[in-house]
């Protein structure tokens, strides 16, 4: 079955660091560009970061740029989303997708929760 | 930056009825790069169609996408009970791979 599972949120201050982890399996992994894509708390989905298949481009919202890194271990089949200088809009539930054709969505992870709060 | 802009906010309809959902982009979107996603609530997204109107796979026939250009459409005929959800359109043409802010259909 093929599937992603994100791991490694939690809570963390304002202005700390945590980072997201998504394990893919049943796939090959490094055929497929991957995004991260977050969703706040009863709000939409927002496109937060994207890599290509040996991770030579990325891409990242202009609302994290700067502050977040996008980053794959092909070898280990694993996504990961270095997030810095959390604010508190940071606060969502971040989703890993696989990229088919032309950057289709999908398979998408179950989410991981990252609360931002003093 | 393209910008995706879905109507109406709330679609309220009974089972059994037909819904129609829209999404217009701001910028012709190159070669109908434009995908649908459904939502639960406290579930991911679920692919529904991609390039504006193919099915993805497992996905009933009672849904389909049209459109072209800067204006689409999500249509789900005969709604079932377990249709009732959020739906999302998404542009995957170039970055910002943007989404549209959603639908919500709801049971009348």
């Known amino acids: 079955e093929e599937q992603l599972v994100e791991s490694g949120g939690g809570l963390v201050q304002p202005g700390g660091s945590l980072r997201l982890s998504c394990a893919a399996s049943?796939?090959?992994?490094?055929?497929?560009?991957m995004h991260w894509v977050r969703q706040a708390p009863g709000k939409g989905l927002e496109s937060v970061a994207v890599?290509?298949?040996?991770?030579?481009?990325?891409y990242y919202a202009s609302s994290v740029r700067g502050r977040f890194n996008i980053s794959r271990d092909n070898s280990k089949n694993t996504l990961y989303l270095q997030m810095g200088s959390l604010k508190a809009e940071d606060m969502a539930v971040y989703y890993c997708a696989r990229a088919a054709n032309h950057h289709i969505l999908d398979i998408w992870g179950q989410g991981t929760m990252v609360t931002v709060s003093s | 930056e393209l910008v995706l802009t879905q109507s109406p906010g709330t679609l309220s309809l009974s089972p059994g009825e037909r819904a129609t959902l829209s999404c217009r982009a701001s910028?012709?979107?190159?070669?109908?790069?434009l995908a649908w996603f459904q939502q639960k609530p406290g579930q991911a997204p679920r692919l529904l169609i991609s390039a504006a109107s193919s099915r993805a796979t497992g996905i009933p026939d009672r849904f389909s996408g049209s459109g072209s250009g800067t204006d689409f459409t999500l249509t789900i005929n005969r709604l079932e009970p377990e249709d009732f959800a959020v739906y999302y359109c998404q542009q995957y043409g170039y970055s910002p791979y943007a989404f549209g802010q959603g639908t919500k259909l709801e049971i009348k």
């Open positions: 049943g796939f090959t992994f490094n055929w497929f560009a």
């Open positions: 890599i290509t298949t040996n991770g030579g481009s990325t």
């Open positions: 910028l012709s979107i190159a070669s109908n790069f």
